[in-house]
């Protein structure tokens, strides 16, 4: 069975950071497509950033130059750094790993 458990979520003020993390269970991670999705309310669910097995990043072009997502393959997790955050990063942040998904962790960025 397949488990994504989220972490890091917080209160942040404009311009600060925050680290994300994933542990993922129940498949063979060095070998999926693993990455991050948000939703902010009234919204639909969107692509923040997601990594590819053969080393493909690919970024949403409103957190480019911004948020770093890394894998570690032996701890079977997933990060996502964010910098220079903005009121309009607020959202819940979803860990997806092949398509399955965790419960989501809650970023609000606001003075």
């Known amino acids: 069975q397949v488990q994504l458990v989220e972490s890091g979520g917080s209160l942040v003020q404009p311009g600060g950071s925050l680290r994300l993390s994933c542990a993922v269970s129940?498949?063979?991670?060095?070998?999926?497509?693993v990455g991050w999705y948000r939703q902010a309310p009234g919204k639909q669910r969107g692509l923040v950033a997601t990594?590819?097995?053969?080393?493909?990043?690919i970024y949403a072009d409103p957190v480019k130059g911004r948020f770093t997502i890394s894998r570690d393959n032996a701890k079977n997790s997933v990060y996502l750094q964010m910098n220079s955050l903005k009121p309009e990063d607020t959202a819940v942040y979803y860990c997806?790993?092949?398509?399955?998904w965790g419960q989501g962790t809650q970023v609000t960025v606001s003075s």
């Open positions: 997806n790993a092949d398509g399955k």
């Open positions: 129940g498949i063979l991670f060095r070998f999926a497509t």
């Open positions: 990594t590819i097995p053969d080393g493909r990043i």
